[in-house]
C-alpha cells in the first residue's frame, strides 16, 4: 500500500528517485510538502526552511550520485527533505526524540550524511576541503555546498570562498530566501541566467575559447582580450559580480522552486567541471501558508501539544528594556537572532541602539568591546553553543582589557531536541578562565533581573546564563549572607548531605532530595546563582556547609573538566580545608561533551546526572 503519500513511499535510496520519470517531479514536491507539515507539525523542528527547498533536494539527489558525490548542507536544519530521499522517511515520527532521528545532518546517521553541522556558515569550508581531497586522489567526485543567504553574514563563508580554486568540482548553491544580495535580478537577468546555463551555451563558450586560444602567434593574447572585453561589457550592465571578481564562474538568479529549472542549472553546473557558484532563490515556507507568512514562526517549532510557556528568552528582553530606558548607555547585539533571544522588544523600542551584526559572533563580541571602550554598556545575547565561536574574542579583546561587557548567555544546559551541537554545556568551563569575568545562573525571573542588573553596574566582563525554559519554581530558599547564594535547609539544620548545584540541573538535585528523604538520608541544597569568579563563590559556599554534613556533592549541568564544581572544589580545598575535613566529596558533571540521547531516557540519564544518578552518589558516599 503507497497510503496518501504514492510516489513518496516509493522512494528507499536516491537510486529509486532516479529511475522515476522526471513529469513526476512537482507531484513529488507536493507530497513531500505535505509530508514535513504532517510530520514536523507534530513532532517540533524547522519546518519553513525545509519547504523551501524540496524542488532542490530532489533535483541534487537525481543529478549527483551520494554518497559518492558530497551533498554538504549548511548548518544541516534545512535537510529533512535530503534525509526522506536517502532511506529515512520511516524514521520521521522519531525526529529530534530520544535516540531518533537527529534534526541535522550527522555522518554517523548515514553514508549520505557527508558532514555534520548545527551551526552556519561551515559549508563552503567543508566541501574545499572534500574537493580538494577528492583532487589529490584523482577522484571524479562532486562536493556541493547548500548555503542559505543569511549564512553570507558570517565571515567564515568568505575566508573558505577565497580559499577555493576554480579547478575543483565545486557547486556552491546560494539558496537566497530572504534577502537580496545580488544585483542580477529581474526578467532580463533570469533570461540571462537561463541562456547562460544551457548547454549549447556552455559548448558553444567552450569550443569558441579553444579555437580563438589554438590561433598562431595571437590567439592567446586575442583570448585574453575577448574575455576581459566580455566581462566589461557585462559589469557595464550587471554591474560586478563579487563571485565572478573571485574567480569563480556564476550561475544565476533563478527561480529555485521551479524543479525543472532547478534540474537544469544543476546539470550545467555539473558539466562546467570547474568551481560554480548556482545562485537560486527560494521561497521560504514554500505550500504551507502559515509558514508563507510568517516563516520566523515557523523557522523552528514545538513538538504539538507543549504548553506555552514564558522563557528565560522573552524575560530577559524585557529586563533588558527597562533597564534601557533608564540608562542611554545600554546597546543590545544580536548574531541574527534577535527574535529568538528576546530582544525584538528592545529593537522597536530603540533601534539606534540595537545592532544585528549576522552571523558573525567573533565580530560581535569584538564590536561589544569597541562599544564598551567607548563608555556604552553592550550586552551581547547569544545562545551558548554559538558563543564558543568568539572564544578568541572573549581572551583577546574583552578580557585582557577588563571591559564591561555583557553575555547574555541563552540555551544554557542540555538540548535535549538539537542534540550535541546546541548544548550549551561548555561556557561555564570556558568563560571561567577568564580573568575578572563573573558568572550568574539565575534559575527565576526575579533573579534574572538582579543578576542582569548586577552585570550592568559591574565595570568588567559578566555572563548571565539561563535555560530554555521557563523559571524553576517548587522550592523554598533561604538567603544567605552572599546575595546570589542560597539554601534549601536553614542554618541550624544538619543535613547528612549537601549538594551543590546551578541551573536548570537543580530540579533533578530537588528529585534526588525527596527520593533519598523515602530512605531517612537528609539532604540539603546550596543553590549559586552566581559561580564565578570560583574563589569568591568558594569561600562564601564553604560556610554554609554543616558541621556533621557526611558528604559534599556538586552537581552540575556542564562539562567536568575545567567545570565550576572542579574549580569551586579545589578552591574550598585550598583556602578553606576544614570546612570539609572529614567530608567525602565527590562531583558530578558531564565526562563527554557530545552527549547523544538515547531511547527511552531523559538527557540526563544519558548524561549521567540525573536524580537517580546524585542519590546513587550520595548513598555511595556515605556508605564508603
Request: aromatic share 8%.
Amino acid at each position: 500500500m503507497l497510503g496518501k503519500y504514492p510516489l513518496l513511499n516509493q522512494i528507499n535510496s536516491p537510486a529509486d528517485l532516479k529511475r522515476m520519470d522526471v513529469s513526476l517531479m512537482p507531484r513529488l514536491a507536493e507530497e513531500i510538502r505535505a509530508f514535513l507539515v504532517e510530520k514536523v507539525t507534530e513532532t517540533g523542528g524547522h519546518l519553513a526552511s525545509n519547504l523551501g527547498v524540496v524542488e532542490l533536494s530532489i533535483a541534487l539527489h537525481r543529478v549527483f550520485d551520494t554518497p559518492k558525490d558530497h551533498i554538504i548542507f549548511d548548518v544541516g536544519h534545512q535537510s529533512y527533505v535530503h534525509k526522506l530521499l536517502t532511506g529515512r522517511r520511516d524514521e520521521f515520527d522519531t525526529l529530534r526524540q530520544p535516540g531518533g532521528l537527529s534534526g541535522f545532518t550527522r555522518r554517523s546517521e548515514s553514508e549520505h550524511d557527508a558532514f555534520g553541522a548545527g551551526h552556519s556558515s561551515t559549508a563552503i569550508s567543508a566541501a574545499v576541503g572534500f574537493a580538494e581531497g577528492d583532487k589529490i586522489s584523482g577522484s571524479d567526485a562532486f562536493s556541493v555546498a547548500v548555503v542559505g543567504d543569511g549564512a553570507f553574514t558570517g565571515g567564515m563563508v568568505h575566508e573558505a570562498l577565497n580559499n577555493c580554486s576554480a579547478d575543483l568540482k565545486l557547486v556552491v548553491i546560494l539558496n537566497e530566501n530572504e534577502m537580496s544580495i545580488s544585483k542580477n535580478t529581474g526578467a532580463f537577468a533570469n533570461h540571462i541566467a537561463k541562456i547562460r546555463s544551457s548547454p549549447s551555451y556552455l559548448h558553444t563558450k567552450s569550443r569558441t575559447g579553444n579555437v580563438v586560444s589554438h590561433i598562431p602567434l595571437v590567439g592567446d593574447a586575442l583570448y585574453v582580450a575577448m574575455r576581459d572585453t566580455k566581462k566589461l561589457v557585462k559589469n557595464m550592465i550587471f554591474s560586478s559580480n563579487y563571485f565572478e571578481e573571485m574567480g569563480l564562474f556564476y550561475l544565476g538568479p533563478a527561480n529555485g522552486n521551479d524543479y525543472f529549472a532547478v534540474e537544469r542549472l544543476l546539470l550545467a553546473a555539473k558539466e562546467k567541471g570547474e568551481s560554480v557558484i548556482l545562485h537560486l532563490k527560494t521561497v521560504k515556507g514554500k505550500g504551507y501558508a502559515p509558514a508563507e507568512q510568517n516563516p520566523s514562526a515557523y523557522h523552528g517549532i514545538a513538538p504539538a501539544g507543549t504548553p506555552s510557556v514564558r522563557n528565560f528568552s522573552a524575560e530577559m528582553g524585557d529586563c533588558l528594556l527597562r533597564a534601557a530606558k533608564k540608562d542611554k548607555r545600554i546597546c543590545a547585539i544580536t548574531a541574527a537572532m534577535g527574535d529568538s533571544t528576546g530582544l525584538a522588544p528592545f529593537q522597536r523600542a530603540f533601534p539606534e541602539r540595537f545592532f544585528d551584526v549576522g552571523i558573525a559572533e567573533q565580530h560581535a563580541a569584538t564590536f561589544a568591546a569597541g562599544l564598551a571602550a567607548e563608555g556604552k554598556k553592550p550586552v551581547f545575547a547569544v545562545y551558548s553553543s554559538f558563543l564558543q565561536r568568539a572564544y578568541d574574542s572573549l581572551i583577546h579583546d574583552i578580557g585582557l582589557q577588563g571591559l564591561g561587557v555583557v553575555l547574555c548567555v541563552d540555551r544554557a544546559g542540555l538540548s535535549a531536541a538539537d542534540g550535541a551541537t546546541h548544548h550549551g554545556i561548555l561556557d561555564v568551563a570556558f568563560l571561567s578562565q577568564i580573568k575578572g569575568m563573573k558568572i550568574y545562573a539565575p534559575i527565576t525571573f526575579a533573579s534574572l533581573d538582579c543578576s542582569l542588573t548586577a552585570a550592568l553596574a559591574d565595570n568588567c566582563p559578566c555572563a548571565v546564563r539561563y535555560p530554555n525554559s521557563g523559571e524553576i519554581t517548587g522550592a523554598e530558599w533561604y538567603p544567605t549572607n552572599h546575595p546570589f547564594i542560597s539554601t534549601s535547609f536553614e542554618a541550624e539544620d544538619a543535613p547528612q548531605a549537601v549538594i551543590f548545584t546551578y541551573g536548570k540541573v537543580v530540579n533533578e538535585a530537588l528529585k534526588a532530595v525527596r527520593q533519598l528523604k523515602e530512605q531517612n538520608i537528609s539532604v540539603g541544597i546550596v543553590l549559586l546563582e552566581q559561580i564565578a569568579p570560583a574563589y569568591d563563590i568558594a569561600l562564601a559556599a564553604a560556610e554554609l556547609i554543616p558541621e556533621g554534613c557526611g558528604c559534599v556533592l556538586y552537581l552540575e549541568e556542564g562539562i567536568r573538566a575545567g567545570g565550576a564544581g572542579m574549580l569551586t572544589l579545589d578552591a574550598m580545598l585550598r583556602y578553606a580545608p576544614d570546612r570539609l575535613k572529614d567530608k567525602k566529596t565527590s562531583i558530578l558533571a558531564i565526562d563527554d561533551c557530545y552527549v547523544h540521547s538515547r531511547k527511552n531516557e531523559t538527557i540526563y540519564e544519558t548524561a549521567g546526572i540525573s536524580a537517580g544518578h546524585v542519590s546513587e552518589e550520595i548513598t555511595r558516599l556515605l556508605q564508603a
